[in-house]
Structure formats: C-alpha cells, structure tokens
C-alpha cells in the first residue's frame, strides 16, 4: 500500500476522499488517507472555518481542499455581474422549471424558510482563486482542481507553500495539459465516476494516463468502492485511488443532504445513474430523476451554460429538497451506487477497503507464483 505518493504524503493508504463534508475529511486522514474538502458550495469565510476545524482536530495528519476553476463558462474573462447572466436567460427556460414544479406538485417555499444561499457564482476562476488564497494559509497537503488545467500562477502558489497540486482529468488530452502546466498529480476519472465526467471507462483511461505521465502521479477515479476494486488500480499503474461516491452514505454525511437524497442514494442501483448536463450545463453523472429525463425531453428548452444552468434551478432544487419530492429529488453519484445499500461510518469504508485491497493484492501475488 506504500505506493511512491503515499510515501510522499505519509500516507498509511493511498486513498484519497473528495468530499463537502469536513467531518468525513477528519475521519478519511484520521484512518490514514487524505481527505479532500471539496469548497465549492462554501464561502471563502467558510472554508477557512471549515480548515481551522480540521487543523485543530487533525494533529498534524494531512488533508487537502478542492477547487474549481473551469476552463470554461458564460462570462469568463469579462466583466460580469450575476444580474447579467440572469438576464441572459430566456422566459423559456424559467417557464419550463415553473412548469416541472407544477407538473410534480412541488409546493413554494414556507414563509420562514431559512434558505441555504448556496453561492450561485462558485464554479468560476475568481471564487476559485479565493479559496485557493484561504486553502494557503492552512497547513494543507494537495490542493485540488476540477474542470480544467489550474491557471499558471495558482500552480505556483502551492509550490512555493510545498502543497501538491492535483487536477481531475476525463482523457488522455487533458493529463498531458496539467502535466505540462506543472500539475503534480493527474487524477485520471472514469466515466462511472459520480459528478463531471467523460465518456472514457476507468479501465481503458487509467494505463493510457500512467504511460502519458512519466514520473507524474497519477490517481484512479470513478467507480472506487472496495479494496478490490483498489487493487485494481493499483494494477492498472495508479499511485492511489481518489474516491467521491461512497462518502455520500456515511454516517458522517448524511446531515449534508436531504433524506429523501439518502433514501433515493440507498435504493439505487448501478443502472440508475446518468451522464446528463442538467445540473450545471457540463455532462456529470448523476442520478436518473423525473428532471435529468425532462431536460432531456423533446419539451426541454435546452441547457444553459456554466453558472447559467444552475441559476435557473437554484430556488426549484430549495423547494424540492425542502420537500422531500422523490420524482425530481437527485444528486451527483456514480455508477458504484448500486453497491451503497446502507449508511456506514467513514471509518469502517477505511479499514473494509484497506484491509480488503491488502488481501486481494496477497492472492494476486500468489496467482503469480510470488
Ligand atoms: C456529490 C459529488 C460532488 C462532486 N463535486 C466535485 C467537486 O466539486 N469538485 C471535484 O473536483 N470533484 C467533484 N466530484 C467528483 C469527485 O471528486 C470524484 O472525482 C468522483 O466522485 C470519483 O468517482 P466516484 O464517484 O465513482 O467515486 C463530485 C462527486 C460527487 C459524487
């Protein structure tokens, strides 16, 4: 299980959990993985809460955060405002969410109803930036980023603090962008990975990116949920494995969503999932649900670009978690859903996958007449 980067990192295992809760990011590193605290719902005020509570708890174990700065979305490199992009969008499409909120019964919002004001405006360089600038001046290992090659100057950033700096990649094109941008570690997604994806299986996208990498790290993800499916990684030439979907069912974060999210999480299975862009505008895999089916539909007005499509939907999801509507209820969630049949303590995924990947690499080394 010492593989070169867990060594680097002083790992026990080379696992890596990307997560939005930062009690699953305490267990991950306490159990001897790396947590990664995904900040894109959070304020920057709130990562650095959120970074000062680990730093007190972990005891010098590390962790990392995640970022998101995408390669592109609606108004990038301009001057925009939010009422801008929302003026941007068409009747048609606000129409269209009034309409599947009428179609499924999904009553308005309480009076006192205390929103959540997820930030509309995260998935963007300058939000990225700033949790990057709060990450730094936490005593962090690996700092992350999804949807693109991190900007040069972010890259430097982290390694004049000594912080890796890692980046999701979904083909063999990208792994060769971040590593010549001077990105540390390729974290080298499957298709049956929950969130954004492409269209590239874990098999056949791992051993293309370990050959493309060189000397670079590189980790598996998508569909890692047992130590043999680990095993297999490690096969295939991954340094470690990076882990998204199995952290939803914990017991740790199940606070982080609504129950009828955990109750659709626990019933579904691996044929249950899709790769649809209705969301965030960009294809991610997610649940299959009466609103990933209708955006798709012959009445859809189309997707909206990145932040745009969120936007469209951000007060609809409040009133549809708010009340527990199974039909449009989703979440992002790979296709290893199928095996995320009960709520589970962080800890005992840990020691279940570590000590499962140990013994399928014994048997493997016995086939092999070691
Ligand atoms: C609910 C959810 C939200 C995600 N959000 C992000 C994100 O904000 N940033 C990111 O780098 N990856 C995100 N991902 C992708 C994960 O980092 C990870 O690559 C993926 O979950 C691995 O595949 P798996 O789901 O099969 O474990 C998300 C995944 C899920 C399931």
Same mark, same amino acid.
Request: charged share 20%; glycine share 12%.
């Given at each position: 299980?010492?593989?070169?980067?867990?060594?680097?990192?002083?790992?026990?295992?080379?696992?890596?959990?990307?997560?939005?809760?930062?009690?699953?990011? *305490?267990?991950?590193?306490? !159990?001897?993985?790396?947590?990664?605290?995904?900040?894109?719902?959070?304020? =920057?005020?709130?990562?650095?809460?959120?970074?000062?509570?680990?730093?007190?708890?972990?005891?010098?174990?590390?962790?990392?955060?995640?970022?998101?700065?995408?390669?592109?979305?609606?108004?990038?490199?301009?001057?925009?405002?939010?009422?801008?992009?929302?003026?941007?969008?068409?009747?048609?499409?606000?129409?269209?969410?009034?309409?599947?909120?009428?179609?499924?019964?999904?009553?308005?919002?309480?009076?006192?109803?205390?929103?959540?004001?997820?930030?509309?405006?995260?998935?963007?360089?300058?939000?990225?930036?700033?949790?990057?600038?709060?990450?730094?001046?936490?005593?962090? !290992?690996?700092?992350?980023?999804?949807?693109?090659? =991190? =900007? =040069?100057?972010?890259?430097?950033?982290?390694?004049?603090?000594?912080?890796?700096? %890692?980046?999701?990649?979904?083909?063999?094109?990208?792994?060769?962008?971040?590593?010549? !941008?001077?990105?540390?570690?390729?974290?080298?997604?499957?298709?049956?990975?929950?969130?954004?994806? %492409?269209?590239?299986?874990? @098999?056949?996208?791992?051993?293309?990116?370990?050959?493309?990498?060189?000397?670079?790290?590189?980790?598996?993800?998508? %569909?890692?949920?047992?130590?043999?499916? @680990?095993?297999?990684?490690?096969?295939?030439?991954?340094?470690?494995?990076?882990?998204?979907?199995?952290?939803?069912?914990?017991?740790?974060?199940?606070?982080?969503?609504?129950?009828?999210?955990?109750?659709?999480? *626990?019933?579904?299975?691996?044929?249950?999932?899709?790769?649809?862009?209705?969301?965030?505008?960009?294809?991610?895999?997610?649940?299959?649900?009466?609103?990933?089916?209708?955006?798709?539909?012959?009445?859809?007005?189309?997707?909206?670009?990145?932040?745009?499509?969120? @936007?469209?939907?951000?007060?609809?999801?409040?009133?549809?978690?708010?009340?527990?509507?199974?039909?449009?209820?989703?979440?992002?969630?790979?296709?290893?859903?199928?095996? @995320?049949?009960?709520?589970?303590?962080?800890?005992?995924?840990?020691?279940?996958?570590?000590?499962?990947?140990?013994?399928?690499?014994?048997?493997?080394?016995?086939?092999?007449?070691?």
């Amino acid at each position: 299980m010492q593989t070169r980067l867990a060594k680097k990192l002083g790992l026990e295992a080379p696992i890596f959990a990307f997560t939005r809760a930062k009690e699953v990011v *305490l267990e991950v590193s306490l !159990a001897g993985g790396l947590g990664v605290l995904g900040a894109i719902a959070m304020s =920057p005020e709130e990562l650095d809460e959120a970074c000062t509570w680990l730093d007190e708890r972990l005891g010098g174990k590390p962790y990392g955060v995640d970022t998101v700065m995408p390669m592109s979305y609606a108004g990038k490199g301009e001057e925009w405002t939010e009422e801008k992009l929302r003026a941007m969008i068409s009747p048609a499409h606000h129409a269209f969410v009034a309409h599947l909120l009428e179609k499924y019964g999904v009553d308005e919002l309480p009076d006192d109803y205390e929103r959540k004001g997820e930030d509309l405006l995260g998935w963007s360089d300058e939000r990225g930036r700033a949790h990057l600038e709060v990450a730094l001046r936490h005593p962090i !290992a690996l700092i992350a980023n999804a949807l693109g090659t =991190p =900007p =040069p100057d972010c890259i430097e950033a982290a390694h004049a603090k000594g912080v890796l700096v %890692g980046a999701l990649c979904g083909k063999k094109k990208q792994a060769m962008a971040h590593k010549a !941008a001077g990105v540390d570690v390729i974290i080298a997604q499957g298709t049956e990975a929950g969130g954004h994806t %492409g269209e590239v299986a874990g @098999m056949v996208l791992t051993p293309e990116v370990v050959d493309a990498a060189g000397d670079t790290y590189v980790l598996t993800a998508g %569909g890692i949920g047992s130590g043999r499916q @680990m095993a297999a990684a490690l096969a295939l030439g991954a340094d470690g494995v990076w882990m998204g979907s199995v952290w939803l069912t914990t017991t740790e974060h199940v606070e982080y969503h609504a129950p009828i999210v955990i109750e659709k999480l *626990l019933e579904a299975k691996s044929t249950d999932t899709v790769r649809s862009r209705a969301i965030s505008g960009k294809p991610a895999r997610q649940l299959k649900t009466a609103w990933t089916e209708a955006w798709a539909s012959k009445e859809s007005p189309g997707y909206l670009p990145i932040p745009m499509m969120w @936007m469209v939907q951000a007060e609809a999801a409040e009133r549809i978690y708010h009340h527990g509507n199974k039909p449009l209820a989703g979440s992002p969630v790979g296709q290893i859903v199928g095996r @995320m049949n009960e709520i589970v303590p962080t800890a005992k995924v840990m020691s279940d996958i570590i000590s499962e990947c140990k013994a399928t690499l014994k048997r493997m080394g016995a086939l092999g007449g070691m």
